[in-house]
């Protein structure tokens, strides 16, 4: 085989489905648009700006699920195993992606594809069963309408108990079409933020299974393996990768609490009293029994946990994550592990992102405590900050599209705007803000306000460095920050490895890894051109659709509304000057926000960004 072949046997096909007519084919992956956007989250992008237009529904059958591996997926490498998932957002109305980590991704890779496209819209419910080279549509009547356990359940009593077999699903909420809905991969790992299950459920998509028997071809296997060992021994003795591995991701909460960045009662205060109740020692303490890892992940950061209800019942789940203990917990005022594990249990079964459903019940509880919403309006529950009751109620009626719910579930934004209280919804292009109030942590109102997809914190992870350095109140090279977290969260993104190992696993080893995997030569300054050729890529997408500058705000609260106690006591957010930084740190226009043409020439992207 020449080298040519080499790599397109390594990388394998893409897989497209036509749920319309049912047409089922495979093509060749794209060399040349893998060679400028990586694979992952780039060629995601590079898929949704070429095929899906500006006058698509999000709901409607042009829209299509990209979902797309990255070339270190399902190698030996660390983390090795998130595959990324492009749409674009019935939530936010804009481009979006979802990465998913556990073992989905990678058991599509042993089945030879490296992507798989999902167009059209099923006349009846259906689900992908795909066993290596044998892939066909099958019937999903009698899955439609069940939870995401039972769905798991039923297709694994159908397609066989394998442990090769993989699937993802959605459940009640992506059939419902809930706007965040989530889809779920393994029980416990989600496409999470902006409503990609409802885009699965609008097509008549139950299901996708998986199972691949085959193996990767290494350009230099020993060189990776030699890579691998050389990053395997480094996180074990990393601090925080310690830290990550004895307590997952709540071992963030006590500092970004201390630090007064902590979502708490609707973004209203940035410290919660009671956090230390939800702290990762104390939650390991308190209900973790055990630990569980994504495929070939040297950190196991799962959790699983467990506790007894006050009835007697068992509540186990895995988890819940920080930013689930967060938007459910402290920005609602809960902190009791039983309604906290039983909120994330619902979402977890019916198909929900935690976090956009928690910025929802904070909506519900300030637009209550403040007489905007009455008993009437919600069907007798006593929508108070702290009542963990009723932050269980309210997320069943989500769920399941009843009452006030129905009106939460079609997302943060639609729902402060039909309340009468737009001021009170706390998001930006309509996904819900994350754990981190930007008035604590200055740099993260940049990765909120500039994300395609809506606020997102995994855009650039700006508070680790802010807070460790002392400048989370600092206006000063913001947007350098920003610009240089986003190129490399975009890089592992793209790469396909979880953001965990970040810390230990950099943008030179990640050119390092690309060249010696798939044997394309890529240096460290051509990895940092190919990030940003897919962040100015997204931002053109968006710019099809009518969004600039005046689209990257934050919620009025985070602007002029000074925090009134606690670590970050007075601090509201100047976002328009950290902007402007921003913008000309990306080499954009200050007026409208946006890439010259000399500058999408200068990436080598002007010949798809031709309007």
Not at 110 to 134: C, M, N, Q, R, S
Not at 499 to 510: A, E, K, P, Q
Not at 526 to 555: C, Q, S, V
Request: glycine letters at 12%; a negative charge; charged letters at 25%.
């Amino acid at each position: 085989m020449n080298r040519e072949e080499i790599v397109r046997a390594f990388f394998g096909d893409v897989v497209r489905v036509n749920l319309s007519t049912g047409a089922i084919s495979r093509e060749e992956l794209p060399l040349d648009a893998v060679r400028r956007f990586i694979g992952g989250r780039g060629l995601g992008a590079w898929y949704l700006y070429n095929e899906v237009g500006p006058d698509v529904e999000p709901l409607g059958p042009g829209n299509k699920l990209v979902f797309m591996n990255g070339p270190l997926v399902g190698t030996p490498l660390p983390a090795g195993n998130k595959v990324n998932l492009t749409f674009k957002s019935p939530l936010s109305m804009t481009y979006s992606y979802s990465l998913c980590g556990g073992h989905w991704g990678p058991e599509l890779r042993f089945a030879g594809h490296t992507g798989l496209v999902i167009e059209g819209k099923a006349e009846t419910p259906v689900y992908l069963w795909i066993d290596d080279d044998t892939i066909e549509l099958r019937s999903a009547a009698a899955l439609w309408g069940k939870t995401v356990p039972d769905t798991e359940k039923r297709l694994r009593g159908e397609l066989g108990d394998d442990e090769l077999l993989q699937i993802a699903c959605i459940g009640p909420a992506g059939e419902r079409l809930n706007k965040m809905a989530c889809i779920t991969a393994g029980w416990y790992r989600e496409f999470g933020r902006g409503g990609c299950g409802a885009v699965m459920g609008s097509k008549n998509l139950k299901a996708i299974a998986v199972r691949g028997t085959g193996a990767l071809r290494l350009s230099d296997a020993s060189g990776v393996m030699e890579l691998t060992e050389s990053l395997t021994a480094g996180l074990k003795i990393h601090p925080k990768i310690i830290d990550r591995r004895n307590y997952g991701t709540p071992e963030l909460l006590k500092s970004i609490n201390d630090n007064g960045l902590l979502c708490t009662r609707n973004f209203r205060e940035t410290h919660f009293e009671e956090g230390y109740r939800l702290e990762g020692p104390r939650m390991r303490e308190d209900i973790v029994i055990g630990d569980a890892s994504c495929f070939a992940c040297p950190v196991g950061c799962g959790k699983r946990s467990q506790v007894v209800a006050k009835d007697g019942s068992r509540i186990l789940i895995e988890g819940p994550e920080f930013e689930s203990i967060a938007l459910l917990g402290t920005n609602c005022g809960v902190a009791d592990w039983e309604s906290l594990m039983e909120a994330t249990r619902i979402c977890d079964t019916y198909g929900m992102d935690t976090m956009n459903a928690g910025g929802c019940v904070s909506l519900a509880m300030e637009c209550f405590e403040k007489g905007i919403l009455t008993l009437e309006d919600t069907d007798g529950i006593e929508l108070r900050f702290g009542n963990g009751a009723a932050l269980v109620a309210l997320l069943r009626l989500m769920a399941e599209r009843k009452g006030i719910g129905d009106i939460l579930a079609e997302g943060i934004r639609y729902a402060s705007e039909r309340f009468g209280a737009p001021e009170l919804g706390m998001h930006s292009k309509g996904q819900a803000l994350a754990a981190y109030d930007p008035r604590g942590c200055k740099g993260m109102a940049l990765t909120y306000a500039t994300s395609p997809k809506g606020a997102h914190h995994m855009i650039a992870t700006t508070m680790g460095p802010e807070i460790a350095g002392g400048t989370r109140l600092s206006y000063e090279n913001k947007g350098a920050l920003q610009k240089e977290h986003q190129l490399s969260m975009c890089a592992v993104d793209s790469m396909g490895i979880c953001s965990t190992v970040r810390g230990g696993f950099g943008m030179g080893d990640l050119a390092k890894a690309f060249g010696m995997v798939t044997g394309i030569g890529l240096d460290l300054e051509g990895l940092k051109l190919a990030t940003e050729r897919i962040i100015n890529l997204e931002r053109m997408y968006n710019a099809r659709l009518g969004f600039f500058r005046k689209d990257d705000t934050l919620p009025k609260r985070i602007l002029s509304e000074p925090v009134p106690s606690g670590p970050s006591t007075g601090e509201t957010v100047d976002l328009e000057r950290m902007l402007d930084e921003y913008y000309t740190c990306m080499g954009w226009e200050i007026d409208n926000g946006l890439p010259s043409r000399e500058r999408l020439a200068e990436l080598g992207i002007d010949d798809i960004v031709k309007e």
